[in-house]
């Protein structure tokens, strides 16, 4: 609440533009740079990966080496276009329209990146633990509303680290104006806490960790 209570004091407005200034220079995914703890965390049985809200397809991309199938789920017609055009030529992955929960079962890796806070976290978590096969692999990257201290210094921690980040992945500064983000967005409700209060509660043993871009983690493995 300081943090927040600063922000809206001159200095703050003025850090904050000048923030937004830094990083409009020097842009960077903050989902794509999950892309590496994604296949870092991939389970050791690799027959069907889902990944859900592809937005433009990058993860499904990444994945293709190592799943013999990979299927992609967005609601978004705009985005299953993208998603589409982007795997041209990767014959196993499939990317669908539909509700995603209607996809055929089991499954051995179920990800999501930025996604579960558009979804009903508890409905789509349960959905998830019945779908994973034995031994099969929750992987999300997620977005929480900021609520406790730890949450704003994670946060403060993201948007000093931002530009630094920024700039290591794009020394050289970009042309143009700040672009708008290139899928649907939505602010998240939930907080970590509150998340992984029900993380817990459906799937026991997973581990859900704060990252800096504003992100957090969450890997479970369904017991064989
Ligand atoms: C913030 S974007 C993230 C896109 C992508 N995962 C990435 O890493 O760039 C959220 C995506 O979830 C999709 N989405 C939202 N609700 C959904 C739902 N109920 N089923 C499937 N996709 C959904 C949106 O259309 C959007 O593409």
Redesign the pocket.
């Known amino acids: 609440m300081a943090l927040r209570r600063w922000a809206q004091t001159f200095a703050g407005g003025q850090f904050a533009s000048g923030m937004a200034r830094l990083n409009a220079r020097h842009p960077w ?1 903050h ?2 740079h999950f892309h590496a703890w994604i296949l870092a965390n991939i389970p050791a049985r690799r027959g069907v990966a889902l ?6 397809g ?2 499904l991309a990444a994945l293709s080496p190592y799943f013999v199938t990979v299927q992609g ?4 017609a705009g ?1 299953r276009e993208k998603a589409t055009a982007r795997c041209t030529g990767l014959s196993n992955v499939t990317v669908r329209g539909g509700d ?1 929960t209607d996809a055929p079962g089991p499954v051995d890796a179920v990800t ?4 579960l806070h ?2 009903d976290a508890a409905a789509a978590l349960q959905h998830v633990r019945r779908i994973l096969a034995p031994g099969g692999r929750f992987l999300a990257v997620g977005l929480a509303r900021p609520v406790s201290a730890v949450d704003h210094l994670w946060d403060l921690a993201s948007t000093v680290t931002n530009p630094m980040i920024g700039y290591v992945k794009h020394p050289w500064p970009a042309a143009g104006k700040p672009q708008p ?1 290139p ?3 939505r602010d998240p409700t939930m907080s970590f806490d509150e998340l992984k209060k029900t993380v817990v509660e459906v799937m026991p043993g997973a581990v859900m960790r704060h990252h800096l871009a504003f992100r957090h983690t969450i890997l479970w493995t369904k017991p064989a």
């Not at 990944?51 to 433009?56: L, T």
């Not at 999501?112 to 996604?115: E, G, K, Q, S, W």
């Open positions: 995914s989902n794509d990944d859900v809200g592809c937005g433009r990058e993860l789920n967005d609601i978004d985005m995603w999501m990146i930025a996604v558009h979804l983000a899928f649907p967005v």
